[in-house]
């Protein structure tokens, strides 16, 4: 079956691992991203995961501790997640890899950008944990920034809302739903996308984002065979 890219990078938050529960991991909302990432690995879709912490901590969590060591903190908790999707893979026979970082060489592989594209071109899933490796970036830009370096065509931002809104659908029932939208909107609106870091390193790489909902894990396989869904954003409507 035919798709519209060939290789994407998946931004899912550590909140979606969490499920129903808020906190922690969640095996059956893991086992149901997983299935749906299985089928985009079965129609031969080259994939880069970024995954996030908030489920088990984030660096701004730590009121009365040091940024840095508080963001150190949160990327230890991405790599939580990351070895936790990458067993899940693991039992549905999906070859992955995780790379990290920050050196934890007896638990993963170290980022390193030509071995991350070889697995991407041997067909395995690279699953990138703690960031960028540095504090004071979060890891929305940590998923601009691996996109770009493994040359995706697209990154697909899982979120908890099906696309972006001027208002929080959650609060405002009237909130305006764009179809799509430029990073320029994004930066001069302030829309929660994603973090203006990001914002920027997209749109001066020309990286599209496609943001859609992830509480129905089956919008990752409508995402990659193209359909319509979530929000398009990109230098150009």
């Not at 949160?74 to 939580?80: K, N, P, R």
């Not at 430029?182 to 929660?192: H, P």
Request: hydrophobic letters at 40%; proline letters at 3%.
């Amino acid at each position: 079956m035919e798709t519209k890219y060939k290789r994407v990078l998946i931004k899912i938050s550590g909140e979606a691992l969490a499920g129903p529960n808020g906190f922690g991991l969640d095996e059956d909302t893991i086992s149901a991203i997983s299935k749906s990432i299985k089928k985009v690995y079965d129609l031969g879709v080259e994939i880069g995961i970024v995954v996030g912490g908030g489920n088990i901590w984030r660096g701004r969590s730590g009121e009365n501790m040091d940024r840095t060591r508080a963001d150190h903190m949160g990327m230890l908790a991405t790599a939580i997640n990351a070895l936790a999707l990458c067993s899940a893979f693991e039992n549905m026979d999906i070859q992955t890899r995780v790379q990290t970082s920050i050196e934890m060489r007896q638990i993963a592989e170290p980022y390193i950008r030509s071995r991350a594209v070889r697995h991407l071109e041997k067909k395995r899933v690279v699953i990138f944990g703690c960031g960028t490796g540095n504090p004071f970036m979060s890891t929305d830009t940590a998923a601009a920034l691996r996109a770009v370096e493994t040359e995706a065509d697209v990154i697909l931002l899982a979120k908890n809302v099906d696309a972006v809104y001027d208002s929080d659908p959650n609060v405002n029932p009237n909130a305006k739903k764009f179809d799509r939208l430029t990073y320029t909107d994004i930066l001069n609106k302030n829309l929660a996308v994603m973090d203006s870091t990001a914002a920027s390193l997209c749109r001066d790489n020309n990286m599209p984002i496609l943001v859609f909902g992830i509480k129905d894990p089956e919008n990752i396989v409508r995402a990659v065979k193209g359909e319509q869904i979530g929000t398009y954003v990109s230098n150009e409507i």
